[in-house]
């Protein structure tokens, strides 16, 4: 079998490059290729230079970033790019599927409308076409420009849908939501929990130490890409209900804040002394430095987010107990699996609570986490994708 990992993320930060390298390298036995865009970010991967293939399109400029020139309108222009560069960018894979034959060609992620493009492009070739569907309600639930965006293009993804082989999601609540949406998945969805590597024992003192943090204090940290649905305002307004004995680290890079806007977040809240920032892209060694020396994640999406998410999953690799909001995948996910707490609604008094409740028994809950570590690992989830390949 002969399969082609597609990715278009892997030009921005945040974690599809991770994506990318975490299943090529996990299916061992399969002979395997990505095609990316010419501006991938691949150095810190083990993939092989002759099995990348690339566009010659660019998409490090549709990051967020970009976009805040442009204020409230930047979103919705980003939105058009998106569009424009997707569709050039399977233009470009449809070329190559001419070059070189595959049984499988695996979309990791892609921009809707694109899809439904290459989709059709493809609707004759007997190639197997799997994609992984990140987002997860097409329902109208609020009158935002991306609910409504995704209720009008429903119908061109169902038509998609007709050839597609396999969709992969992650976890069984997005599952039912897009089979509710797209009655067309029903017998060819798979919902998989986002994967995270085993825990393997961490000296936390030691990197604490390392990162110039409190050794005294209880860790809370927000980690990954900073976008405005991940609510930091509330997370930083959580660490002022909590005592002095929880101190805060914030890494990573700002998606459409400024350094002056979370600095005047934590200003207001006259928790300067509680916070350790590093605001910029992360390696990953920065990136994992700064878990193992975390004693609980904080995830504070804001509560119209229905989906899974990167960072929520890999505290799992760092043996870290978790506190998300309620709804959507990564309450089930929590709750399932005993990872950490569900606050009771997506306010700050109640996110720490929720903080409170899990450091109050946190070695039960760490202990949780280690377990569920080697159930939810990556090689467990590409095997789950081999299934869907040979399916």
């Given at each position: 079998m002969k399969v082609l990992l597609v990715s278009g993320s892997v030009s921005n930060s945040g974690h599809g490059t991770m994506y990318l390298d975490k299943i090529h390298k996990n299916l061992k036995t399969i002979d395997t290729d990505v095609f990316v865009p010419k501006d991938a970010i691949l150095a810190d991967t083990d993939i092989d230079i002759n099995r990348i293939h690339k566009s010659d399109l660019s998409f490090s400029k549709l990051s967020r970033q970009n976009y805040a020139k442009y204020g409230k309108l930047g979103m919705v222009k980003r939105g058009f790019d998106r569009v424009s560069n997707g569709i050039k960018f399977h233009k470009d894979l449809v070329k190559h599927l001419k070059t070189k034959n595959y049984d499988v060609v695996h979309i990791l992620d892609s921009e809707y409308?694109?899809?439904?493009?290459?989709?059709?492009?493809?609707?004759?070739?007997?190639?197997?076409?799997v994609y992984t569907l990140h987002a997860s309600d097409f329902n109208l639930q609020s009158f935002s420009i991306g609910s409504v965006y995704k209720y009008l293009v429903k119908s061109m993804l169902n038509a998609s849908f007709s050839k597609t082989t396999h969709v992969v999601c992650h976890g069984e609540w997005i599952k039912d939501r897009l089979v509710l949406a797209f009655p067309k998945l029903k017998n060819k969805i798979s919902g998989i929990d986002y994967p995270s590597n085993a825990y393997s024992k961490i000296d936390k003192d030691k990197l604490k130490a390392e990162l110039?943090?409190?050794?005294?204090?209880?860790?809370?940290?927000?980690?990954?890409?900073?976008?405005?649905?991940?609510?930091?305002?509330?997370?930083?307004?959580?660490?002022?209900?909590?005592?002095?004995?929880?101190?805060?680290?914030?890494?990573?890079s700002l998606s459409d804040y400024k350094i002056d806007e979370i600095e005047s977040l934590i200003k207001e809240a006259k928790i300067e002394n509680r916070v350790t920032k590093t605001l910029k892209y992360l390696s990953l060694k920065e990136y994992e430095d700064n878990f193992k020396a975390s004693d609980i994640f904080l995830s504070t999406h804001s509560d119209s987010f229905p989906s899974a998410s990167g960072p929520v999953s890999d505290a799992r690799s760092y043996g870290v107990p978790v506190v998300v909001p309620p709804k959507g995948q990564l309450e089930m996910y929590v709750n399932i699996n005993k990872v950490g707490q569900v606050a009771n609604s997506h306010n700050a008094k109640d996110f720490a609570d929720a903080c409170l409740l899990v450091n109050s028994n946190i070695d039960q809950y760490k202990n949780n986490v280690i377990k569920v570590s080697q159930s939810l690992s990556w090689e467990s989830f590409v095997n789950r994708h081999i299934s869907i390949y040979n399916g």
């Open positions: 409308i694109s899809y439904w493009y290459l989709a059709k492009k493809l609707k004759n070739n007997p190639i197997k076409l110039g943090v409190p050794l005294d204090k209880t860790i809370i940290s927000f980690l990954g890409m900073i976008r405005r649905d991940k609510k930091i305002e509330v997370a930083i307004q959580t660490i002022k209900q909590l005592p002095d004995n929880f101190h805060f680290v914030i890494a990573g």
